[in-house]
């Protein structure tokens, strides 16, 4: 149990065009979904925060309007990337966290590989 | 501001030979302390976790113990097999009452398994 999954698990896209990522709790509800940015040979970095039906939480630097989250339903969130540039090729992540599990507990997605032209 | 510091890698042992991984953290309070596991092509997948000091979290042959006095939190396996191959993270979640914890995480350390 607990499986999440990310869509696509890489992508290429033209540097000015938009990505979205989805990332879904297959097999129970995710009331809380976090968005992650890794680099090479780097700790994962937390993006932001979202529950499901409110805005996100991001974290500082992070620019909110570039990384548009939305967290439509308690199995679903989407991180869009507007507007990519080089500089945002990375490896993003999702986890998800169940309310009705202990508090702490966050299950990750494989991650999607973006690398932008 | 909470962080951890894992030993950098990669980390390359024969089979059936004993496993440290060294994890560090400074954090306010009193935080969870996780390690995490990556094998390739997945997503990362919790493998142990301590809440207080001095328990020990243990799962598949690996060990942990929460040492607040050293503020460390090390990985040991005793022995270790090619299928252990992996990236091992390093994690620390702070308790904020009601709110979703979150998790900051060592730079992660790649064990590599020899036959």
């Known amino acids: 149990g607990a499986v999440v999954s990310q869509h696509p698990s890489w992508v290429i896209c033209k540097s000015g065009t938009s990505v979205k990522i989805e990332c879904r709790s297959l097999?129970?509800?995710?009331?809380?979904m976090f968005w992650y940015r890794q680099f090479p040979k780097q700790s994962l970095m937390l993006m932001a925060t979202?529950?499901?039906?409110?805005?996100?939480?991001?974290e500082q630097g992070v620019e909110k309007d570039k990384f548009l989250i939305n967290h439509a339903s308690l199995t679903l969130s989407t991180l869009t990337v507007t507007s990519a540039h080089p500089e945002d090729s990375s490896f993003y992540i999702c986890?998800?966290?169940?309310?009705?599990?202990?508090?702490?507990?966050?299950?990750f997605g494989p991650g999607t590989r973006l690398t932008v032209t | 501001g909470n962080s951890v510091t894992q030993m950098e890698g990669p980390v390359t042992l024969s089979e059936e030979a004993f496993l440290t991984i060294n994890c560090t953290y400074t954090?306010?309070?009193?935080?969870?302390l996780f390690w995490y596991v990556q094998y390739p092509g997945e997503g990362l997948q919790l493998l142990l976790k301590?809440?207080?000091?001095?328990d020990k979290g243990s799962n598949k042959g690996f060990e942990a113990t929460y040492r607040k006095e050293t503020t460390s939190f090390h990985l040991e396996k005793g022995s270790v097999q090619v299928s252990d191959s992996a990236v091992y993270f390093c994690?620390?979640?702070?308790?904020?009452?009601?709110?979703?914890?979150?998790?900051?995480f060592g730079t992660g350390t790649r064990l590599q398994v020899t036959l």
């Open positions: 986890s998800a966290r169940s309310g009705g599990r202990v508090t702490y507990e966050q299950y």
């Open positions: 097999d129970f509800q995710a009331t809380t």
């Open positions: 979202s529950n499901e039906g409110s805005k996100a939480t991001y």
């Open positions: 954090a306010t309070g009193y935080p969870s």
């Open positions: 301590a809440t207080k000091a001095d």
């Open positions: 994690a620390l979640s702070d308790r904020v009452d009601g709110t979703a914890s979150k998790l900051t």
